[in-house]
């Protein structure tokens, strides 16, 4: 099922007896106007909206400041939750209660089924599976994303090489791969600290499995961010107002987005981009760099591209980096990325640039 949430979700409640649905939204502007849409079209069927502060690792409600004190910069607000906050359980999956077998049968189907994602992602998935270059071709339903636990915490212990691993850029394990799941909200955060927590008391506990937690960290961050700044996440001066914006150089952006700006390490990130919807992250920082930073283009056109194309696109995640790279938001070392040296240090042997980018 397709379409206005507040048309399609109401329907689908009233085809599955459902009184009450539940929810972990994006607190973002227009995402919670939605929600409001949502819980309106609802109510008038006589059926309840509930949601739960379960978007994020850490629950909102459970935070030591209110949002609008959330901290500036990343460390003082991680030394903060690490300190006065525990995780959560993540809630149960609701059960479906009085409800016959059929109807049991068709919201698994349902929930399995759906991508929640527009016809874009599906487009990307299809082309990424067929594509050689492709090193990840798996996401989508929930069922997936749990494989995708099982497979890369339990069965290949990926886990515990993830600080030594985490910025590659070819390959399927180098890091979790769970931001499209994370992002549809498919597979909960919490669900994820409870498996790195089960991992550590029952195989191993060092500096890899801990990091999966900071950067699980820094996603709350970036939502929080978001529900603290709200319209200026997408203002060209940032949060802190730091700089002017970049130029509207349309000819320059479309180069960048077509992976022709004569650069090959951005060259081969935006190709595989717009090939797979995918990106690594640090990948992401480097053509995101170079975009807001060395060929000095708005900062924000680059943001919107990467939301059109990424199937892992997440409000605050994407809009917070993007200020953070661009040297507009919470970077408090405002750091510029030599792409070359980059390229020479993480793809040494130039494999991923052969590959996306040719010889
Ligand atoms: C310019 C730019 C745009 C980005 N846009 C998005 C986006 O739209 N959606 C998105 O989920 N992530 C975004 N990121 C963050 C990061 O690149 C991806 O989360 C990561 O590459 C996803 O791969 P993974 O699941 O294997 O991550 P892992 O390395 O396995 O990390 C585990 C999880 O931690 C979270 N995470 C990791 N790094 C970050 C980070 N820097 N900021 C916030 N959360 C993080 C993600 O939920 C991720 O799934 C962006 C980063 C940059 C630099």
């Known amino acids: 099922m397709r379409g206005d ?8 409640a009233a085809d599955l007896h459902a009184r009450t649905v539940h929810t972990a939204p994006c ?14 079209a609802l109510a008038a069927d006589g ?8 978007t994020t690792m850490i629950a909102a409600g459970d935070l030591p400041f209110s949002i609008g004190e959330l901290p500036d910069v990343f460390s003082n607000f991680r030394r903060r939750v690490e300190r006065e906050c525990r995780v959560r359980a993540p809630l149960p999956v609701p059960a479906i209660r009085g409800a016959s077998d ?23 998935a299809a082309a990424a599976a067929h594509d050689s270059r492709s090193s990840f071709g798996s996401h989508g339903a929930r069922a997936r994303g749990l494989a995708r636990i099982e497979q890369w915490f339990w069965a290949d212990d990926c886990v515990a090489r993830y600080k030594e691993t985490r910025d590659g850029l070819v390959g399927a394990d180098f890091s979790s791969r769970l931001s499209p799941w994370l992002s549809l909200g498919t597979v909960s955060p919490r669900e994820v600290a409870a498996e790195i927590r089960r991992y550590e008391s029952e195989r191993t506990a060092n500096e890899s499995t801990y990091w999966l937690f900071f950067e699980l960290l820094w996603r709350d961050y970036f939502h929080f961010w978001v529900r603290r700044w ?27 987005c077509d992976g022709a700006t004569g650069e090959r390490f951005v060259d081969a990130g935006m190709r595989e981009l ?12 480097n053509v995101a760099s170079w975009l807001a930073r060395t060929a000095g283009i708005d900062w924000r056109w680059g943001a919107a591209w990467f939301e059109s194309q990424l199937i892992d696109f997440d409000v605050g995640p994407n809009w917070g980096n993007w200020q953070y790279v ?17 390229a020479e240090r993480y793809d040494r042997d130039g494999a991923y640039r052969e590959r996306w980018a040719g010889g």
């Not at 090939?275 to 690594?280: D, F, M, N, P, Y």
């Not at 040297?327 to 980059?342: C, E, H, L, T």
């Open 5 to 12: 949430p507040a048309e399609c979700i109401p329907a689908l």
């Open 27 to 40: 607190p973002a502007f227009d995402e919670l106007r939605e929600s409001q849409a949502v819980s309106r």
């Open 47 to 54: 059926a309840e909206l509930h949601v739960h502060d379960e």
């Open 102 to 124: 059929g109807t049991r049968a068709l919201a698994a189907a349902r929930s399995d089924a759906t991508l929640a994602a527009p016809d874009l992602a599906e487009a990307r």
């Open 230 to 256: 709200q319209g200026r996440a997408f203002n060209a001066r940032g949060v802190l107002g730091r700089t002017p914006c970049g130029a509207p150089d349309r000819d320059a952006f479309a180069a960048w």
């Open 274 to 285: 717009r090939a797979t919807g995918q990106l690594s992250n640090r990948a992401r920082q």
């Open 326 to 342: 661009a040297g507009v938001g919470n970077d408090p070392r405002n750091r510029v990325f030599d792409v070359r040296g980059q």
